[in-house]
């Protein structure tokens, strides 16, 4: 999955954590991990 | 007593749970959509079965953020009777509301059939029409039934005796043949197997009915002024 996230005052891993626990996956049959990259706006 | 049936985009049971009570319980219901924001007219919630959301992602875990799921929770934290039936499992498991996941079924292929289920568990608001390990019939529709917790999930379950219906053949891979469970206080119920397709001889077997009456029962029961 790949997604862009806006900036914004959160914390980007602490967002990324939230999503993955509460939509992306189920963490009682599920694992996840995940990487960030920064891109350009075109 | 007055029954929701939430009616979720790609819900495709709500029809069948809605025959059941109007129609066999006698009992006044209405459909209600996902976006609805007030619920607190209603004295029993019923997610029935289908794809909601087209399943997309996992089942249940889009429908779960829908408006009316607040609502649904609050009706369970006031103690109301809450069931959810296949779909409606689903998304109870992914609301939170039930512990547990769903998984597909271990062979892959979409189970349809009627299973022979046991009653493990009457005391709560859905089964106490039921004796303990009675045998009853009901249909089951489903291609994710495979219900999995951890161990000590699974310890508390049966501790709890939240483990209401089990499968004497097991369809799906299910941990420990589970078909339905409760929370703990034993008003909201999540089962896979379809008891609203179950309310008249005519449809093979009336053994549904009397999860619908026991809630009606409780409910009364649970009502009387000065009993």
New interface residues.
């Given amino acids: 999955m790949e997604l862009s996230i806006e900036a914004s005052e959160r914390k980007i891993d602490e967002l990324i954590n939230e999503m993955c626990q509460r ?2 996956s ?1 963490p ?2 599920e694992d996840y991990r995940y990487e960030i990259e920064e891109s350009v706006p075109k | 007593v007055k029954f929701a049936v939430i009616v979720f985009p790609g819900s495709n049971c709500d029809i069948d749970m809605f025959h059941a009570i109007q129609d066999e319980l006698g009992e006044e219901v209405e459909c209600v959509r996902h976006d609805a924001e007030d619920l607190s007219g209603f004295d029993g919630i019923l997610l029935p079965g289908g794809f909601s959301y087209g399943d997309y992602l996992r089942s249940g875990a889009i429908a779960r953020f829908s408006n009316v799921m607040k609502e649904v929770v609050k009706a369970a934290e006031a103690g109301k009777p809450v069931l959810g039936v296949c779909n409606g499992f689903q998304i109870l498991l992914e609301s939170g509301l039930l512990p547990g996941a769903m998984r597909r079924n271990e062979h892959l292929q979409f189970a349809c059939d009627t299973v022979q289920l046991t009653v493990e568990n009457t005391d709560n608001f859905f089964t106490s029409l039921y004796s303990k390990n009675e045998e009853i019939n009901i249909p089951i529709a489903h291609g994710e039934g495979n219900y999995y917790c951890d161990e000590a999930a699974l310890a508390a379950l049966k501790q709890n005796g939240q483990i209401v219906f089990t499968y004497k053949n097991n369809p799906n891979g299910s941990i420990a043949n589970i078909a339905g469970i409760t929370n703990e206080q034993g008003n909201v119920l999540g089962m896979m197997p379809h008891p609203e397709r179950a309310v008249d001889a005519l449809l093979g077997s009336a053994d549904g009915l009397r999860l619908f009456q026991s809630i009606v029962k409780n409910w009364r029961e649970s009502h009387v002024v000065n009993a």
């Fill in positions: 939509l992306l189920n009682v049959i």
